[in-house]
């Protein structure tokens, strides 16, 4: 007999096993090369929108932001802020108001303020600027006052002049401060506890003049009090013209100048009473108030605001290389500190102030 060769038989109970093989998608096949491509559509994107921006907003400058009113219109009115305290006024402040100057399609300007004051110098330039570009101009300004707007703040307010029903402040605003201080510290008693003596040697005793640390007889510190007290009286005066030119009830009221002008804080309930300020709304009713002024209906205005531009990395590099002194300051910093300044301020203590601009 041959022997028959038979195939093996499966296990009992094993089901066969079929394996398919699945056809490459295309998205498989690509999908590097794909991601790629979207990742590059979307860097596009942003560039594109970033020039786009850069075109109404020119890079390093006040970057324009829509703020309320029609989104399609092509005529403006323009926020200006001014907030904080101004130390010097060729800051950010200053660069919106430039902005402004540039862009024809403004027709009005709302003033925010929200300020308690500063320099004598920084309001007074702030001041002068905002008139010289109204006048340059001819826009209808209209302030709208912050939580705080006073001294130096209620100072460059007075730019909107003799136009009528334009200084509003919001309910809880609080407004006024009309003085002058030049801050001073005496702190040659602490000294001499230590036995640190002031050995200045200066061309004449009035260089030194505010120096916290020389000791001085009564006779000398009363002389070096009346002098000050000269550029307060004389820097007072100034505003008090400012505010005359600004409130024309008080060219004919000189008692009501006097009864608000001692540096008294007023509320906006206040501040009305004593014709400080016209009337008592937020930013919205100081908008419409513009648009009135320009003669447009607020239907057909864009009104739009300015943000400071994002601080590049080698601004932010550069500030980190600058040598710190004492307490992280540097040592210009606290030279600039100990100059004797007078101030439209409303605090006890305006000496040491960060010299932050706005």
Sequence with gaps: MSATTSSPIPPMGVPPQVIIQQPTSAFGRYGKFSLFLLVLAVMSIIALTSSYQSYF???GGPQEKYHSLSKKATKKIAIITVAGTIM????????????????????????RIDSPGGTVT????????IKELFQERKLPLVVSMGSICASGGYYIAMAVGE????????PTTWTGSIGVVI??????EMLADYKVKDDSISSHKYKLMGSPTRILSEK????????????VDLSFEGFKEIVRSGRPKFRADEGALDAVA????????????????????FIEAAIERAAELAGHDPKQLRCVKYDEPPTSLSALLGSRS?????????????????APRAYYLCTWLPSILSNSQP
């Design 57 to 59: 907003s020119p890079p």
């Design 88 to 111: 010097e006024g060729n800051g950010f402040a200053k660069e919106q108001l430039d902005r402004v100057r540039e862009d024809k399609d403004v027709v009005a300007v709302v003033l």
């Design 122 to 129: 920084g309001s007074d330039y702030l001041y002068h600027h």
């Design 163 to 170: 136009q009528e029903d334009s200084l509003f402040a919001e």
């Design 183 to 188: 801050p001073h510290y005496d702190f040659s």
């Design 220 to 231: 000398e510190r009363a002389e070096e009090r009346k002098l000050f007290q000269e550029l």
């Design 262 to 281: 001692t540096g008294q804080i007023f509320t906006a309930d206040q501040a009305v009473d004593k014709g400080l300020i016209d009337k008592i709304g």
């Design 322 to 338: 600058q040598g710190a002194g004492v307490l992280g300051a540097n040592l210009s910093t606290w030279l600039n500190l100990t």
